[in-house]
């Protein structure tokens, strides 16, 4: 039989879109846990902020930063040699991504070539996260020590926006056009341009399947067989989803799956984030043979 593993999202799948809440997944979390099966945290959060969240979840194992711009493997947890690039307290670290220093230039370049006003989280002060977010002062600190990528926000120069918490990143007039500038540019020097569930995002090199396929062949080696489960939610989710055996989809805050997202294989969770994270996990997990 195979060991199962579980590669997760956070924000808008195992955490609620607004209160950043396990606690509808708490049963599902309870019986892998009981299981053995690790579960591999794979978000655009940064380190700062995804270690205290698995501490709360009592989580051990590896984790994905960024968008698959670093794996972060725990010291000791495969007893066998592996490449790493770097060492930090208690992790040996694998580096896709860039570094965020080169990404904040980049994005200094556009802006000033375009006169599209962009702003980075680096840039944004600690209480336009929280009002922006809803994360509490704590998680808005954290979430401003980026290394391999940079969140943003684009819209037009001199227009006041609005936040709508309806909606997932700041709207504007025209917005749609200075979005497509933006990507437009970022591509053409090379960088890679994606959108979350709040902000966009510039990186280079950084990518959930790579980052996957990495941990997937060192479980081979721990465990021999092994069978994937990757959950997520957004479009910045897909190369994870392509790279696990089952892919699953939970339903955004609106109750609706992110229609962009096509996999013939696709598990469709029911329910929102946490909600739906909790049945798909607790069904698949409970079927196992």
């Known amino acids: ?55 709360k979840l009592k989580n051990k194992a590896p984790f994905i930063s960024e968008n698959g711009g670093a794996v972060y ?21 694998i580096e896709i991504g860039t570094p965020h220093k080169i990404l904040l230039n980049v994005l200094r370049e556009i802006r000033d070539k375009t006169g599209v006003s962009i702003e980075g989280i680096s840039e944004m002060s600690v209480q336009k996260i929280m009002d922006f977010t809803f994360l509490k002062k704590r998680g808005a600190e954290l979430s401003k020590k980026r290394e391999y990528s940079e969140p943003f926000l684009i819209y037009p120069a001199h227009n006041l926006l ?55 062949n060192l479980y081979i080696q721990k465990y021999g067989d092994i069978k994937t489960i990757g959950i997520g939610n957004s479009l910045n989710d897909i190369p994870m989803l392509k790279a696990v055996d089952i892919p699953v989809l939970v339903k955004n805050y609106d109750g609706r799956y992110e229609k962009d997202i096509k996999l013939k294989n696709l598990y469709l969770a029911d329910g929102i984030g946490p909600e739906g994270w909790n049945k798909a996990v607790y ?7």
């Open 73 to 93: 493997i725990p010291d000791r947890y495969f007893s066998f040699p592996y490449e790493f690039q770097r060492r930090i307290k208690g992790y040996r670290v």
């Open 162 to 216: 609005r936040r709508d918490p309806s909606q997932g990143v700041m709207c504007g007039v025209n917005e749609r056009r200075w979005i497509n500038r933006v990507k437009k540019e970022i591509l053409k020097l090379g960088f890679k341009f994606t959108s979350g569930g709040r902000f966009f995002h510039i990186m280079k090199g950084n990518d959930k399947g790579k980052a996957v396929k990495i941990l997937k």
């Open 1 to 55: 039989m195979p060991r199962y593993i579980i590669f997760t999202d956070l924000d808008g799948t195992l955490l609620d879109h607004f209160t950043y809440s396990f606690n509808e997944a708490s049963d599902a979390l309870k019986i892998i846990r009981e299981k053995g099966i690790p579960l591999i945290i794979c978000t655009s959060k940064a380190r700062a902020e995804i270690l205290p969240i698995r501490k």
């Open 283 to 289: 069904n698949i997990v409970s079927s196992m043979q």
